[in-house]
């Protein structure tokens, strides 16, 4: 058993709780050591780059103006967009695609993201799914076709996790 006493001096009972504490704080030593080791190995790896949002709705837009960066730690993946939608009357779901990593998502689960700013005022947020195609929804959840989009530009943040 230890004792403190002023000015602060600890003494023991016996070598064996001098042992145990020792044992107790190489075990929290190591864990925090993995826990560092994990962390910079993480951080090591990290990657960051171009990307290029594409017309996935099937309608076979092109976008004059798009360009998309990303960073990916371990294994998540941030990555921001701008496209400027092309004119057009087609009334096909808003899809993109083109993101820089293949997602790992189980069946049926969508990572999201959020528009940070359009000219077209009913894009509200967007949904990623498991093949990693963006579309962009309206605050109630409805999908939002290519025509409303048509000649407003996307500002975007896109976050999943992918196995890469």
């Given at each position: 058993m230890a004792r403190i006493s002023k000015p602060y001096q600890i003494s023991w009972d016996n070598a064996k709780d001098i042992e145990e504490i020792n044992?107790?704080?190489?075990?929290?030593?190591?864990?925090?050591?993995?826990?560092?080791?994990?962390?910079?190995n993480n951080v090591a790896q990290a990657q960051d780059g171009e990307w290029t949002p594409i017309d996935q709705s099937g309608a076979?837009?092109?976008?004059?103006?798009?360009?998309?960066?990303?960073?990916?730690?371990?294994?998540?993946?941030?990555?921001?967009?701008?496209?400027?939608?092309?004119?057009?009357?087609?009334?096909?779901?808003?899809?993109?695609g083109g993101l820089p990593f293949t997602q790992n998502l189980p069946d049926n689960i969508k990572f999201g993201g959020f528009i940070l700013s359009t000219s077209?005022?009913?894009?509200?947020?967007?949904?990623?799914?498991t093949v990693g195609l963006?579309?962009?929804?309206?605050?109630?959840?409805?999908?939002?076709t290519n025509a409303t989009l048509s000649t407003d530009s996307l500002y975007f943040t896109a976050i999943y996790r992918t196995a890469e």
């Open positions: 044992r107790k704080l190489s075990l929290q030593l190591n864990r925090i050591d993995d826990s560092l080791v994990k962390l910079y076979g837009l092109v976008f004059a103006n798009r360009v998309g960066h990303y960073f990916k730690i371990g294994s998540i993946v941030v990555a921001t967009a701008y496209v400027l939608f092309p004119t057009t009357a087609d009334a096909s779901t808003s899809m993109l077209e005022a009913t894009a509200a947020s967007m949904l990623i799914s963006i579309q962009p929804i309206t605050t109630a959840g409805a999908v939002i």
